[in-house]
């Protein structure tokens, strides 16, 4: 199969239950950032993407880009599609647009996913830092 | 040890009220009931995260500060602001967020709930179209057909579907756990089969495929207890279900009035909606059309996609269309364990259920206007008091950059990102464990929540600061009018 260098994608942001364990927990544990600083890939996606598990990669919309390390999703399969855990990774990347009525687009975002294994995962901290330049 | 029985759970909108928890040298040892997040909760809420003493920031660093000094110097924050922002209020009790709307009218700010990113949109449907509802006990007992649409229950909600409604044991209605065991049990029977193929014949995997086309379901059209799950990918509720039908993005509007025209009978000159064949949608619209209870509980797949607050229109229409012919509910799969409450808190105190303006000294609500979200975008506020929530961790990056740019108070049991960027940080007790209030379940029905152990010494419920920070500001404008005149 040829290897693309990029895909377009739709991005979908939501919960999961490791990241709702880990929120009980403590935000500021590293299950919690652990859990959130992923994205579900489609496991043909991957393949596309040349890409295998745990790999970083660097997730790109208008509002933003991030790096979140795919994983591959047990939900298989729903190619064009990449899932996020709600967090302040999955932040940088979703629209604030709320057609006035004060609701964001969290869901059904354009994007585009490339490879990233030179870059690294920021943690909550580094990102926080990076982002506001407080915290 | 001391077990304290049924103690209700304070983690997501099911409110689950059967917990067990032993109590041992006044902490929780053991969880008995509860889901992965609810002992998460229970056994967690002590952790090394836990906020322990009040926090100013001086210099660009968070230290320590004596209550007295953080009430005092958030109390100047508020009264001093033109137009402050007062978000949260739904991790916690009524009782404060009563407290919260008199600080808001007091200050003249922006009072809002984190509804606004959850189910504002349903908010404001259910404000034009009207709902059908009934409580949670109802469906257990009564519902014959569930159907979730934009919400994964396992991972949100995990005891919704045992407590409430298919795997539950009703009155009139029996569970389905025991055929859902055996489709399990088939299920990885004849994944052993393919694997064991795979390992004899090295063959590659066939890749799986989405709903076959043209085949018909035989479990959708059987008698009990039936489950549907309508969602944008297979979730784990998903394989749950008797049918699960994968929509496309952004299509629940077209397959949602697609059903309506279904329903009444009418015919459909396509093939797909939304990536659905329609034979599929004919099969669902007749187990609809032809249960006697049906359910349908919809989550934020459908507020957050595009459409919004339409595609909750259409759901609700939905339900009245389908209450013409047989008994239909809707309920939206609300989030945090009190964000009903605090709609319907707000609703008795100012007339509007979230995104209230009191900057004007009466109630004004237009979300959109007056909505958080759009305050921020719009870097309109000058203050903000977040209580129970994490908006860092939880808006769009715009939004929070003005929300961090000018003077912030939290008042939060645990360090969370919103903690760490905030000037002035308020530990508190968790509600539901160390301090007693009361919550509304999703289905409007409030239970009360139990103090089971004593909170860190001199660490106080979100009421009793709130109460303080109130009475504080009220005596810096007093002393402000006086000196006016």
Redo the contacts between chains.
């Keep these: 199969m040829e290897q693309k260098s990029k895909l377009y994608v739709?991005l979908?942001t939501?919960?999961?239950?490791e990241q709702?364990?880990?929120k009980?927990?403590?935000?500021?544990?590293s299950e919690y950032a652990e859990s959130v600083s992923v994205c579900y890939m489609d496991p043909?996606d991957m393949k596309q993407l040349g890409i295998k598990e745990k790999t970083n990669v660097q997730v790109s919309t208008e509002?933003?880009s991030v790096v979140v390390k795919a994983l591959k999703?047990l939900?298989?399969?729903?190619t064009g599609?990449i899932?996020i855990p709600?967090?302040?990774w999955a932040?940088?990347v979703?629209?604030?647009e709320?057609?006035?009525?004060?609701?964001?687009?969290?869901?059904?975002v354009s994007a585009e996913i490339e490879p990233a294994p030179d870059m690294p995962v920021l943690g909550?901290?580094e990102l926080?830092k990076k982002?506001?330049r407080?915290? | 040890m001391q077990v304290v029985k049924a103690v209700t759970c304070p983690v997501c909108g099911s409110l689950c009220d059967d917990i067990e928890l032993t109590i041992d040298d006044g902490k929780i040892v053991k969880v008995k009931n509860g889901c992965a997040m609810c002992e998460s909760k229970f056994l967690g809420y002590c952790g090394e995260h836990r906020i322990s003493k009040p926090l100013i920031r001086r210099n660009g660093e968070l230290v320590k500060a004596s209550m007295k000094e953080a009430i005092g110097k958030a109390a100047e924050i508020l009264a001093e602001a033109n137009y402050p922002i007062l978000y949260g209020w739904s991790s916690t009790s009524c009782e404060a967020t009563r407290v919260g709307l008199e600080l808001a009218e007091e200050v003249g700010g922006v009072i809002d709930n984190t509804a606004v990113v959850c189910h504002g949109p349903s908010l404001l449907s259910v404000q034009e179209v009207g709902i059908p509802s009934c409580t949670l006990g109802q469906i257990r007992h009564r519902a014959d057909l569930v159907i979730y649409w934009g919400s994964d229950p396992w991972s949100a909600h995990p005891r919704h579907i045992e407590r409430y409604t298919a795997f539950s044991e009703g009155r009139f209605e029996k569970s389905e756990w025991r055929g859902y065991l055996t489709k399990l049990k088939a299920l990885i029977g004849r994944k052993k089969i393919e694997s064991t193929l795979r390992r004899l014949f090295l063959k590659k995997q066939p890749s799986v495929s989405s709903v076959p086309e043209g085949k018909v379901c035989p479990t959708i059209s059987r008698t009990g207890r039936k489950l549907i799950v309508i969602d944008v990918r297979r979730t784990k509720s998903a394989e749950m279900a008797d049918y699960f039908i994968q929509v496309e993005p952004n299509k629940d509007y077209e397959l949602l009035q697609a059903f309506r025209s279904l329903i009444r009978d009418q015919e459909l000159d396509v093939d797909k909606v939304a990536g659905v064949p329609v034979e599929h949608l004919e099969e669902v619209a007749d187990a609809m059309v032809g249960c006697s209870f049906g359910a349908l509980f919809f989550g934020v797949g459908l507020t957050m996609s595009r459409g919004k607050l339409k595609n909750i229109d259409a759901a609700l229409s939905l339900v009245r269309d389908l209450n013409m012919c047989t008994k239909f509910i809707i309920m939206p799969m609300r989030g945090h364990f009190n964000v009903t409450g605090a709609n319907t808190v707000s609703t008795w105190q100012s007339g509007y259920p979230y995104a209230v303006d009191f900057s004007l000294g009466y109630p004004r609500y237009n979300p959109g206007e007056t909505s958080v979200m759009d305050v921020l975008l719009r870097k309109e506020s000058d203050a903000a008091l977040v209580v129970a929530s994490d908006p860092v961790a939880n808006f769009p990056r715009k939004a929070v950059e003005h929300l961090v740019e000018n003077p912030l108070i939290v008042i939060d049991p645990h360090m969370n990102a919103t903690a760490q960027m905030a000037d002035v940080v308020f530990p508190s007790a968790f509600v539901g464990i160390e301090a007693e209030g009361t919550a509304y379940r999703m289905d409007h029905v409030p239970l009360p929540l139990k103090k089971v152990v004593e909170p860190p010494r001199g660490v106080l419920p979100d009421e009793e600061i709130l109460r303080r920070i109130l009475s504080e500001v009220r005596k810096i404008k007093k002393a402000k009018t006086t000196e006016e005149a």
Excluded: C, D, W
């Excluded at chain 1, 939501?14 to 239950?17: A, H, K, L, P, S």
């Design positions: 739709t979908l939501g919960r999961t239950i709702g364990v880990a009980e927990r403590g935000k500021s544990s043909e509002y933003g999703s939900r298989a399969p729903h599609i899932y709600y967090g302040p932040n940088v979703v629209s604030s709320t057609h006035s009525i004060g609701m964001p687009s969290f869901k059904g909550l901290e926080l982002q506001f407080k915290g």
